[in-house]
Structure formats: structure tokens, C-alpha cells
């Protein structure tokens, strides 16, 4: 690899460290992060576009090689250079002050998940479809799915419901957002983790990330809720999105892709009660803000 990196980037290093998705290094100022691209071409060049609209962002930014290109073949796979300033810290003033996008940048498609409903519906589709498949396999899975497919079909119908009932705001235009929030920089700043969607989405993936790290807390969750100064519209897809359990089916794909352990998924179904009354608070904090649709199921905490 240091070969590779020499060759296309003139770049000589004395360390190198290998991770599951990308190789590491750093000189006097940056780090770099080579990473492995295992999606199409056509995605690539959506984040390319994407990566240029953002004038002064604090997102990496994109090495090309010494042929002027963003893709590096090495070994057989597609690799992406990317660089930040070292050791810099996380900072959240984009949840108040989003990168909102340029016309060219609404224009595309595969980055576009503002169609919660539909996604979510297609990925409970293929949940459903995979049951007998993991049955005897995977049985931890198996007793646990219908738990997360039904607070999936719950977000689903809240989702619809805001768009149906409520009316928006001027400002409830999309946004750039992560598709993940994650505390390491090499996630929260990777423009691979970039998505177009509504604003509420980097909130509600924050406030996940909390929890599944078990490092919340909740006078911050209030103050984050209170500064936002979201429309009726936006907190209730706030409450959408942290109704869909991502942080389960993540797991779970990694499961069935042998990524990960089995085990690894049993914190998170013990703790279901736990999150049920999380969702409950951060609820009860909204409607402190904005009066949002009711969550019938969610009134048996009050």
C-alpha cells in the first residue's frame, strides 16, 4: 500500500494502519483516510458534486491522483483519498445552521432520502422477505425482528401523517445531512456519509448515537431540542426518525453479512423498554416547544 500511495499520490510514509474500511495515515498537519469505495461509480460522482457545492465546509476533502482522478485502483478495488486537519474536534453548529442545497445539488438522486416512507418501507420489505431465511440461523434475530419491524410501521405512518396534517414551513427545505451521526471524525466529516434529506435527520441520528453509547443525557437533549427553533412540521419528523430503529437494523445487516456477532445485537433488545421511555421524554420535550401529533402508545409514560 505504501508502494500504491507513492505511485499515485507522491506521497512517501513510514506508517500506515489498516482498518476495515480504509487505511490511515498522517504527516505534520493531516490525516488521511484511504478509503475503499464499494459503491457505483455514479454515486461517487454525485458525492463529487455534492463535496464542490460546499464553499468553506469542514467536510474532508477529496485528493485527487497524480492522473487527475478521485479513483485509485489498487489490488483489484477502487480507493478514495481523503484529508482533514489533524486532531480537530467535533463541532455541532451545523444542527443550527445547516448546509441547505443549491438547485444543481437537489437535482440528485441517489443521495436524495428525503422519501422516508418510501425507504423504510422497502427495507421492512426485505426484512420480511429474509424471516425464514434466518430462522434456524440466526434465532436471537428471528424473536427480536417483529418488535423493530413494528416501531418501523410506526414511524412510517407518523412520517405520512406530517406530511398529511401539517402544514410547512418556508423553511422546511432539504438539507445536507449524514446519513449516520457519529462522534469520530472520520465519520462525522467523511463526505461519503453525506445524504440530502430533511434537517431533522442529523438530530434524531445524534440523539440515537446517544443512546446506543449510553451517554446521554437528558437537560442537554432538552437544551439541543429548545435551540433548534424548528418548525411543528420539522419536530415531527424529528420524532419520525427516532420512531425508526436504525441502530438495530444497522446491526443487524452486519450480522447477516458476518461482519459482526450475533451477540452484539442482544444490548440493544434488552434495552427496548429503556429507548421506549427515551422517546417518550425527548416527545415530552418537543411538545414543550411545538405542539406536535400524538404518539398514542407513547402516553402510558406520562
Request: aromatic content about 20%; proline content about 2%.
Amino acid at each position: 500500500m505504501k508502494n500504491a500511495l507513492f505511485y499515485y499520490y507522491r506521497i512517501s510514509i513510514m506508517k500506515i494502519v489498516k482498518r476495515r474500511q480504509y487505511y490511515y495515515f498522517e504527516d505534520e498537519y493531516y490525516s488521511y483516510y484511504l478509503w475503499r469505495l464499494d459503491k457505483p461509480i455514479s454515486y461517487l460522482k454525485e458525492v463529487i458534486l455534492l463535496r464542490k457545492n460546499l464553499i468553506n465546509s469542514v467536510f474532508m476533502e477529496i485528493i485527487y491522483n497524480i492522473k487527475n482522478e478521485a479513483l485509485s485502483v489498487i489490488d483489484g478495488y477502487s480507493y478514495l483519498l481523503l484529508r482533514e486537519q489533524k486532531n480537530r474536534e467535533v463541532s455541532f453548529s451545523e444542527f443550527y445552521n445547516p448546509y441547505y442545497c443549491s438547485l444543481e445539488v437537489l437535482k440528485l438522486r441517489l443521495l436524495n432520502h428525503s422519501d422516508w416512507a418510501g425507504l423504510w418501507s422497502s427495507k421492512i420489505d426485505y426484512f420480511e422477505y429474509q424471516k425464514d431465511y434466518i430462522k434456524n440461523k440466526y434465532k436471537i434475530l428471528y424473536k427480536s425482528l417483529d418488535y423493530f419491524i413494528g416501531l418501523s410501521e410506526n414511524a412510517i405512518s407518523y412520517f405520512n401523517a406530517s406530511n398529511n396534517y401539517l402544514k410547512k414551513d418556508p423553511s422546511d427545505i432539504l438539507v445536507v445531512a449524514r446519513r449516520r451521526v457519529d462522534l469520530v471524525s472520520y465519520h462525522f466529516y467523511n463526505p461519503l456519509n453525506l445524504v440530502i434529506d430533511h434537517k431533522s435527520r442529523d438530530v434524531a441520528e445524534y440523539f440515537k448515537y446517544l443512546f446506543v453509547n449510553n451517554i446521554y443525557d437528558y437537560d442537554n437533549i432538552k437544551e439541543i431540542i429548545e435551540k433548534l427553533n424548528y418548525s411543528t412540521y420539522q419536530y415531527s419528523l424529528l420524532m419520525s426518525r427516532l420512531l425508526f430503529p436504525s441502530f438495530y437494523f444497522d446491526v443487524y445487516e452486519s450480522i447477516i453479512n458476518d461482519v459482526k456477532r450475533e451477540m452484539e445485537i442482544v444490548d440493544i433488545i434488552k434495552r427496548t423498554a429503556e429507548y421506549e421511555e427515551y422517546l417518550y421524554n425527548i416527545y415530552r420535550f418537543i411538545n414543550e416547544k411545538k405542539s406536535i401529533l400524538k404518539i398514542d402508545w407513547l402516553d402510558k409514560f406520562s
